[in-house]
């Protein structure tokens, strides 16, 4: 099955600064990817749709320039978290759809926020 | 848009107890997928159901698909610590992202 890959799988920064999170469709030509966050206890909120080659579809209430995303071909989207609050502390997790309908996730990435 | 009530959010069991999640929706779904995230650990998908009524089992998991198509459930007999996580139903429309239910979270007590 389609493998995707999310790096890192932690990090802890520093009030104020970015992160970019990773996303890579390792066995899969991915036009699009979803980004989701996950709260402790709670369910995967999707965040935005990310196209390859245009610009990403955020869901309402997501802050598009806070929450950067980069679909620069058909194996990578890339999430950046700028100007990092601790409230940003999150769960983020990526996927991918195979076949239209089954989604494979990346390992998801833990980010706490200082 | 389309949202999937699940219930129950938590679910405390003796080893061996069965277990049951349901996921409800007001309208008709075209499908619905079933995912298990183990702690701290990625959604990994189960199944997905589309036909009306359809049933589906997994060893000790049994999936069902309502006649109506706006309801289904995943039953597991006999539950094991190996159970243990949250089990979330989802819904996709073609290539739409999956609208996921809230979970169930499911404990083991052995």
């Known amino acids: 099955g389609a493998v995707v890959s999310q790096h890192p799988s932690w990090v802890i920064c520093k009030s104020g600064t970015s992160v970019k999170i990773e996303c890579r469709s390792l066995d899969f030509q991915a036009t699009t990817m979803f980004w989701y966050r996950q709260f402790p206890k709670q369910s995967l909120m999707l965040m935005a749709t990310s196209n390859e080659g245009s610009k990403a579809t955020y869901e309402q209430g997501v802050e598009k320039d806070k929450f950067l995303i980069n679909h620069a071909s058909l194996t990578l989207s890339t999430l950046t978290v700028t100007s990092a609050h601790p409230e940003d502390s999150s769960f983020y997790i990526c996927?991918?759809?195979?076949?239209?309908?089954?989604?494979?996730f990346g390992q998801g990435t833990r980010l706490t926020v200082v | 848009g389309q949202q999937v009530m699940q219930i129950p959010q938590y679910q405390h069991v003796q080893e061996g107890e069965d277990f049951t999640t349901y996921c409800n929706s007001s309208?008709?779904?075209?499908?619905i997928q079933w995912y298990k995230q183990r702690p701290g650990g990625h959604p990994v998908f189960l199944i997905q159901l589309v036909k009306s009524g359809e049933v589906k089992k997994q060893k000790r998991l049994t999936f069902q698909f309502g006649e109506a198509k706006k309801n289904s459930s995943l039953h597991i007999t006999a539950t094991q610590t190996t159970d243990v996580g949250t089990y979330f139903c989802a819904e996709s429309s073609g290539n739409t992202p999956l609208v996921f239910g809230k979970g169930t979270r499911l404990s083991v007590i052995a």
């Open positions: 996927s991918v759809l195979k076949w239209r309908t089954e989604a494979f």
């Open positions: 309208t008709t779904l075209s499908n």
